[in-house]
């Protein structure tokens, strides 16, 4: 199948620093990707849809000042983290969908100290 | 009231059982339906799935019934490689977005 990655996979930052996370498909193109947020014991929450070469669409309730994602090219997505405070630690998981199927990278825990 | 409902558990039952859940979504334009299985701190990964006509791979059975906006999973002679937390998938349009369920926890125990 299909091979969706992430980087990093987990990373420790203080509060009120950035952080970025990079979700890349391996084997083929996405002009559209997916970005969710996983709390403890909770199921995956769709933050936004990653658009290439244009903006994100944001769910209700999700800070799209916030969360700053860029699709810059058809295999790469970002998803920026500003300003992080304690409530933003999380399992943040891309996916992308092709040949009617949805694969999803190994996610990234972020803790915020 | 949530897009996809779950009853989350958690099951615990003995290898070799038969276990079933059960899950409904609110949205009637929903168009693909599909369960998926997240072991603990992993990403999750497709199971199956669900059509209309009802499909089975293995010991896991899925039944979807679109009048009623309900979709099951049945899993046979469990496992103990069968715990992990089940998730009811549905999605909304060929742009694939999808949308999960809270999950079901399942714990079988030896």
């Known amino acids: 199948g299909a091979v969706v990655s992430q980087h990093p996979s987990r990373v420790i930052c203080k509060s009120g620093t950035s952080v970025k996370i990079e979700c890349r498909s391996l084997?083929?193109?996405?002009?559209?990707m997916f970005w969710y947020r996983q709390f403890p014991k909770q199921s995956l929450m769709l933050m936004a849809t990653?658009?290439?070469?244009?903006?994100?669409?944001?769910e209700q309730g999700v800070e799209k000042d916030k969360f700053l994602i860029n699709h810059a090219s058809l295999t790469l997505s970002t998803l920026t983290v500003t300003s992080a405070h304690p409530e933003d630690s999380s399992f943040y998981i891309c996916?992308?969908?092709?040949?009617?199927?949805?694969?999803f990278g190994p996610g990234t825990r972020l803790t915020v100290t | 009231r949530k897009e996809v409902e779950q009853d989350p558990g958690p099951f615990n039952v003995p290898e070799g059982a038969t276990v079933a859940f059960n899950c409904t979504y609110s949205?009637?334009?929903?168009?693909?339906f599909f369960w998926y299985r997240q072991d603990c701190r992993k990403e999750p990964k497709l199971l199956m799935s669900?059509?209309?006509s009802g499909n089975e791979d293995g010991r896991f059975t899925a039944q979807l019934n679109r009048a009623s906006q309900y979709i099951s999973l049945l899993i046979r002679d469990s496992k103990l490689s069968d715990s992990a937390t089940y998730l009811c998938?549905?999605?909304?349009?060929?742009?694939?977005?999808?949308?999960f369920g809270s999950g079901t926890r399942l714990s079988i125990r030896p």
């Open positions: 996916s992308a969908p092709t040949s009617g199927e949805q694969y």
């Open positions: 084997d083929f193109q996405a002009t559209t």
């Open positions: 990653s658009n290439e070469g244009s903006k994100a669409t944001y």
């Open positions: 949205n009637s334009a929903s168009q693909s």
């Open positions: 669900v059509y209309s």
């Open positions: 998938v549905v999605g909304y349009s060929s742009a694939s977005k999808i949308i």
